[in-house]
């Protein structure tokens, strides 16, 4: 699955601040790809992000549609704990968990379960139009799906860069995890996103509408119609975003 545009995350841990916001994404990857035509072509993204005098919580949820209903599920949620008022540092603890499927085919793959711990370093800019967060994380799969749980890693980039007086923002994450029966046995997934945000022209300020784009790309992730997940994949999406 997809989508982890953390927004502001962790690199903002410390500044008791909070955002939500629902995403459509219309996907391109079957028009791209042929071997790609079993992929959902719309996706809905729901974030919320909310930082306390303890650390922050995150979650986002990706739902993906066929024509005639949903297609699959996808959740994450982590929490950080400040490790110390004024510090960089914290320890983050993070869920991962879903379901999708193909079109024309009655088969329903579930993600396994996984339990992500480690630290985490984030940084902001005084005005907090840049943010950066790196995690190191230790990585427990649960048994299932046919497969025995597993321990593994991860390692995760997070950032986000407004600026152009706040017409513009590039944000987006880059992931890279050890699994055992991947090819090479690690998986590449990051998803930068660009967007133009409407509020900021003026009259526009209570329409908090966003319009951008966000490119998939992803190696050992993406499962095609011949049931392989061993190749590169750079997937456009069109997108419109509201921030409450």
Request: net charge positive.
């Amino acid at each position: 699955m997809k989508r982890k545009i953390l927004l502001l995350l962790a690199a903002i841990a410390f500044v008791a601040v909070g955002a939500q916001n629902i995403q459509l994404h219309y996907d391109f990857g079957n028009a791209f790809y042929n071997d790609l035509s079993g992929r959902p072509q719309v996706t809905t993204t729901v974030e919320m992000f909310k930082a306390d005098k303890w650390g922050s919580t995150f979650f986002f949820t990706d739902i993906d549609y066929f024509k005639d209903g949903a297609a699959g599920a996808y959740w994450e949620i982590a929490r950080e704990f400040r490790l110390g008022k004024k510090s960089r540092w914290a320890a983050h603890v993070e869920y991962n968990g879903g379901l999708t499927s193909l079109k024309n085919t009655t088969v329903v793959s579930r993600f396994q379960h996984a339990l992500l711990v480690g630290p985490a370093w984030n940084w902001a800019s005084a005005d907090f139009s840049k943010t950066f967060s790196l995690q190191a994380m230790y990585k427990q799969y649960f048994s299932g799906q046919g497969r025995k749980g597993f321990a593994g890693y991860q390692v995760t980039a997070v950032w986000g860069d407004t600026f152009a007086g706040g017409l513009c923002t590039f944000s987006g994450f880059l992931d890279v995890w050890y699994d055992k029966d991947a090819n090479g046995r690690f998986i590449f997934l990051s998803e930068p996103q660009f967007w133009f945000n409407l509020n900021v022209i003026k009259g526009w300020d209570k329409v908090k509408l966003s319009v951008g784009s966000e490119l998939e790309l992803s190696y050992n992730f993406v499962y095609n119609v011949h049931g392989n997940n061993n190749k590169f994949y750079a997937v456009p999406t069109l997108a419109v975003k509201w921030t409450f």
